[in-house]
């Protein structure tokens, strides 16, 4: 049995003729060769808006009545021409309807410790927190408006799925759903390889207790002031300078990468102060003899609103939106300490 199983059709079984699989069937045997754990939730496609076959159908409609009063006064030239205008508006609601139809040929379904998805035409794909990879084009802010979710996921054996907001409902809730469940799945295991010495990949870029790797370029943590990851573009303000890494989608496990990233360089500047607090020397105006006070650790103020036109946000702007809302433990399950292994 292949991990990605045959979309409902029709085919020979026994002698009984050409059947149909139901598709919920596919799914539960996918979930049982998965060994996905007990089912939690589906999200069917979202509602179709028809406003564009409706206008499609007035245009026709128009175009029908000029054509009739063309016949009705005999010329007949104009109503050919007008009727083959009119087939321009009546195939586009056509095609439209008909992909309105495989649309809502879709179903995503949520278990304990993974996932399927179906889309008309496709096979039916199963993914596992524990190994699964997902990328999503554009990373929600706290303070946005409006929130884009487009899901790319990937597994180990090759399964891939892509899907929307526009073609499932309830986008904010299986957004974050799947993120969390990828992410508390896989941050400890990442954080203790990290803890090991072990580098951590995510794409383009590489992870360990010393540096982060872009391009044959290594940037060492101290160095690193902000991370930022609007517009769908990672960035990173390193010595005062904005440097541009990779589109946030190509980034597997964004949530992971972010985490982690934070992790090793607040254990960084935590190092640094400690280590310019020891170092601070004493006060010459005291007298001989006297101890000096011990002087207050320099906060280290990292700026967070550049002067330069491309800047983002404010720190307190750039707060990325959680991937649950009340998942208690998400990004700070119990995993090694990384400020402790990176001394």
């Not at 596992?128 to 899901?151: C, G, K, M």
């Not at 990292?302 to 009340?326: G, H």
């Amino acid at each position: 049995m292949e991990r990605q199983l045959t979309t409902p059709s029709h085919g020979d079984v026994g002698t009984g003729g050409p059947q149909k699989v139901p598709l919920s069937q596919l799914i539960h045997l996918m979930a049982e060769y998965q060994k996905l754990g007990t089912h939690r939730q589906t999200f069917l496609p979202a509602p179709a808006s028809d406003t564009f076959m409706r206008g499609c159908g007035i245009v026709a409609g128009g175009f029908t009545a000029v054509g009739v009063i063309c016949v009705t006064v005999g010329a007949y030239p104009g109503a050919l021409a007008v009727g083959l205008l009119g087939l321009v508006p009546a195939s586009l609601a056509f095609f439209r309807g008909r992909h309105n139809r495989r649309h809502r040929a879709a179903r995503l379904d949520l278990f304990d410790v993974g996932m399927t998805v179906y889309r008309s035409g496709e096979q039916v794909a199963g993914f596992r927190w524990d190994s699964a990879e997902v990328r999503q084009q554009v990373i929600p802010f706290q303070n946005s408006a409006h929130t884009e979710y487009s899901l790319r996921m990937s597994g180990p054996d090759g399964a891939e799925a892509a899907f929307d907001d526009t073609l499932f409902g309830d986008a904010r809730e299986w957004g974050r759903a799947i993120q969390s469940a990828v992410t508390l799945a896989q941050l400890p295991r990442a954080v203790a390889a990290i803890d090991d010495g072990a580098t951590a990949h995510f794409g383009e870029i590489a992870l360990d207790l010393a540096a982060l790797y872009f391009h044959s370029r290594a940037y060492a943590w101290e160095q690193i002031q902000l991370i930022d990851a609007r517009s769908g573009l990672v960035r990173m303000k390193v010595d005062g300078n904005w440097v541009s890494l990779t589109p946030v989608g190509q980034i597997p496990n964004f949530y992971i990468f972010n985490e982690l990233a934070e992790r090793l360089r607040l254990a960084a500047a935590a190092e640094f102060a400690a280590e310019s607090a020891a170092t601070e020397p004493a006060d010459p105006e005291l007298p001989t003899g006297t101890p000096a006070a011990e002087p207050d650790p320099p906060t280290l103020v990292f700026d967070s609103d550049p002067t330069v036109d491309d800047a983002p946000e404010t720190a307190a702007d750039q707060q990325i939106e959680p991937p649950t809302p009340a998942a208690k433990g998400t990004s700070k399950s119990p995993t090694p300490d990384l400020s402790a292994a990176s001394n």
